[in-house]
């Protein structure tokens, strides 16, 4: 019986080696992978910050754009506005001194 007993208590000890090296081994691997998984996430979140500041600065680039082609268009009917009363005068005076169609 104490054969039994001393057997048994060495297939335990054998054993709780045995796991113990596959833990260690487990716990190597996914620490491997926490670690790879982190760096993932990290080149991630710097490419979304960089997608995130590159869409900044083509919207602040088209506001710009946006506002100097109001600002001409502006100007251009500015200067026509202010082109328009003498051409008007030049249009009614022709009209005014201009001949009947009919000699009736």
């Known amino acids: ?3 039994i ?8 000890i054998g054993l709780i080696f045995y796991f113990r090296k ?5 716990i190597h691997f996914l620490e491997g992978e ?8 990290t080149a991630l979140m710097k490419d979304f910050t960089n997608y995130q500041i590159e869409t900044d600065r083509k ?4 506001k710009k754009q946006l506002e100097i082609k109001t600002h ?16 008007i005068r030049t249009v ?7 001949k ?4 009736n």
Do not use: C, Q, W
């Not at 007993?5 to 335990?12: D, K, M, N, S, T």
């Not at 926490?34 to 996430?41: K, L, V």
């Not at 009614?92 to 201009?98: T, V």
């Open 1 to 3: 019986m104490s054969i």
């Open 5 to 12: 007993g001393i057997v048994l208590g060495v297939i335990a």
């Open 22 to 26: 596959e833990y260690k081994i487990s």
């Open 34 to 41: 926490a670690e790879a998984t982190e760096h993932g996430y």
């Open 59 to 62: 919207i602040t680039e088209l």
């Open 72 to 87: 001409s268009a502006e100007r251009r009917m500015d200067k026509m506005n202010k082109s328009l009363p003498s051409i």
């Open 92 to 98: 009614i005076g022709h009209i005014e001194f201009a």
């Open 100 to 103: 009947p169609l009919d000699n």
